[in-house]
């Protein structure tokens, strides 16, 4: 299958989804325009990929900003991720946030109390000195 | 309905009328005019590019950034359109940040219709005097509920805004003719 490789912007993250090298990351700034034309092709080469999954997927999500707009289709893109467990495979969801940032790691405990997906949550060092 | 009588309309005017205390503090950032998805990213940017520069905390300086964004973007999507020429309609609105020792301030404005009044009172009244957790509770709800909507659940930008900065959302309408009115929305972020 045919790696997701999107290049961050200032307003969209970057997603890199490399089922060969089981890589799957989401990482940056989330504030598109249109969300759909963003997240739409992100959750719909999610869906094909767990038609024939690796046998453990870990999906790392390092957000530094996420309107409430973006927070609706990462709630989709999850409930992708939820079905899949739900027909047998294995998925986990690491969740980074910057150590002192509460406000993101509540966004990712939130989500985790929604989803029936197992959350780590892996602080990170501040940019604060 | 035509609003071209009001393209003359100060903002300006009626956010001092708000509150003239507002405009004594040390301004960061003033703009009126047409809000779109390119005035939006330069105008948060621009902020949170000054903010970087002083000794606000990272985690204040996302807030803020947060609230303009969740600010704007309502403007861009639900203000009433003016008509700048013929066959042209556009959103415009106001963003006032400042600060003072104890805070920063974010006060938006834009204008909205009847209908509008309605329900951004009830969605506004609704956040105040929430605790944290209760606010969380609406959040998650709202969040569920916005998957089964195309229009998503109404407000969540609102109740983000609310339980990111953990102070009331202040907010008031001017009327300006007997459908429209100027809505006010003012965000306090504590240092």
């Given amino acids: ?129 | 309905m035509a609003v071209e009588t009001l393209n003359n309309l100060s903002f300006l005017t009626l956010l001092k009328k708000f509150e003239p205390a507002i405009f004594l503090y040390n301004t960061i950032l003033y703009y009126e005019g047409e809000v779109n998805h390119e005035i939006t990213k330069a105008l948060t940017f621009t902020t949170e590019k000054h903010l970087g520069k002083t000794n606000a905390k990272h985690i204040i300086q996302k807030k803020i950034f947060n609230v303009m964004v969740e600010c704007l973007q309502n403007i861009d999507k639900y203000a009433v359109e003016f008509a700048i020429s013929e066959n042209n309609l556009t959103r415009k609105g106001a963003i006032l940040v400042s600060e003072n020792k104890d805070a920063y301030y974010i006060v938006a404005g834009n204008i909205v219709n009847q209908k509008q009044i309605e329900i951004l009172t009830v969605v506004i009244n609704n956040l105040k005097l929430r605790k944290k957790e209760d606010l969380r509770f609406l959040y998650k709800k709202q969040l569920k509920n916005g998957m089964l909507s195309i229009k998503g659940g109404a407000g969540l930008g609102f109740i983000d805004i609310a339980r990111k900065t953990g102070n009331p959302l202040q907010f008031c309408f001017y009327p300006l003719n007997s459908d429209l009115s100027f809505f006010v929305l003012k965000i306090c972020i504590t240092k």
């Fill in chain 1, 1 to 129: 299958m045919e790696a997701l490789n999107i290049q961050a912007t200032n307003d969209t993250p970057a997603v890199i989804f490399n089922k060969d090298n089981n890589k799957f990351e989401i990482k940056g700034k989330s504030l598109p325009e249109d969300v759909n034309s963003f997240y739409d092709p992100v959750c719909k080469w999610l869906e094909k990929y767990f038609e024939n999954p690796n046998p453990n997927t870990i999906i790392v999500f390092n957000l530094d900003y996420l309107n409430t707009a973006s927070s609706k289709s990462l709630l989709a893109l999850f409930l992708i991720l939820e079905n899949a467990i739900t027909t047998g495979h294995k998925v986990e969801i690491v969740w980074e946030y910057l150590v002192d940032d509460e406000d993101m790691l509540d966004v990712g405990e939130e989500y985790s109390q929604i989803i029936k997906v197992r959350f780590k949550f892996v602080p990170l060092e501040s940019e604060d000195e």
